[in-house]
C-alpha cells in the first residue's frame, strides 16, 4: 500500500544537528512532491517546507532558511530532513506528507508516522 | 501568526451539525484542505480541493468556500469525530503553504 515510513526518534543536544528520513513505498517516488511539517508538543502544524521529488529542488518556509537541508536519495525513495544548529525550541514531532499533486490541488494525502526530536542537555 | 485563522474550540452535541472555519486572504486564491488529527496520530486529509473526500472519508463531511472563508461541515457528528482540525492552503505569495491553528472539536 501507499505509504510513507520515518526514521525513529532522536535525542540531540542544543547546536547539535539531525536528519529525518522519509521512505516512500507503494507508489512512484518522483511523482509527487514531498512537504515536511512540525508540531511542538501542544501545539498546531507548521509547514516547514517542500522538495520536488522529480528535480530535486527544495524550497523552505520563511524561518527555516539557512539551518534546514532538505534531499532525496530517489535510489531508496527516501527524503530526508536535516536541520542543524538545535535548540530547545525545535523540539517536535517531525512529518513528511506526500503533495497529491494538481489534481487535487497539492493537498497533503499521505503523511508519515512522524519522528519525535527532542532537544535537550 | 498564521496567516489563516481559525476558532480554538468548537463544540457540538452528538448528530447535531458543525461547521469549522478557516480564514485567510489567501483563500479567495487557492481552495483549502482539511486535515483531522487525534491525540497521538498523525494528522489525515479529510477534503481537499474545497470539497472532495478522499476514499475512506465518511460523507458526513464536506467542504465549501465563500471569499476569503473556507469551511468543514460535519451533518450527524460522531464520537469519533472528536479531533483537531486544520486548514491548509497555499500562502499569499503562491509558493509557500500555511495551517490555520487549529480548531479543537469536541462532540457531546
Known amino acids: ?121 | 501568526s498564521s496567516e489563516l485563522t481559525q476558532d480554538p474550540a468548537v463544540s457540538v452535541a452528538l448528530g447535531q451539525t458543525v461547521r469549522i472555519t478557516c480564514q485567510g486572504d489567501s483563500l479567495r486564491s487557492y481552495y483549502a484542505s482539511w486535515y483531522q488529527q487525534k491525540p497521538g496520530q498523525a494528522p489525515a486529509l479529510v477534503i481537499h480541493s474545497k470539497n472532495n473526500r478522499p476514499s475512506g472519508i465518511p460523507d458526513r463531511f464536506s467542504g465549501s468556500n465563500s471569499g476569503d472563508t473556507a469551511s468543514l461541515t460535519i451533518t450527524g457528528a460522531q464520537a469519533e469525530d472528536e479531533a483537531d482540525y486544520y486548514c491548509n492552503s497555499r500562502d499569499r505569495s503562491g509558493y509557500h503553504w500555511v495551517f490555520g491553528g487549529g480548531t479543537k472539536l469536541t462532540v457531546l
Not at chain 1, 534546514?68 to 514531532?93: E, M, R
Open chain 1, 1 to 121: 500500500q501507499v505509504q510513507l515510513v520515518q526514521s525513529g526518534s532522536e535525542l540531540k543536544k542544543p547546536g547539535a544537528s539531525v536528519m529525518v528520513s522519509c521512505k516512500a513505498s507503494g507508489y512512484s517516488f518522483s511523482t509527487y512532491a514531498i512537504n515536511w511539517v512540525r508540531q511542538a508538543p501542544g501545539q498546531g502544524l507548521e509547514w516547514m517546507g517542500w522538495i520536488n521529488t522529480n528535480t530535486g529542488n527544495p524550497t523552505y518556509a520563511q524561518g527555516f532558511t539557512g539551518r534546514l537541508v532538505l534531499s532525496l536519495d530517489t535510489s531508496v525513495s527516501t527524503a530526508y530532513l536535516h536541520i542543524s544548529s538545535l535548540q530547545a525550541d525545535d523540539t517536535a514531532v517531525y512529518y513528511c506528507a506526500r503533495g497529491c499533486g494538481g489534481g487535487c490541488h497539492d493537498a497533503f494525502d499521505i503523511w508519515g508516522q512522524g519522528t519525535l526530536v527532542t532537544v535537550s542537555s
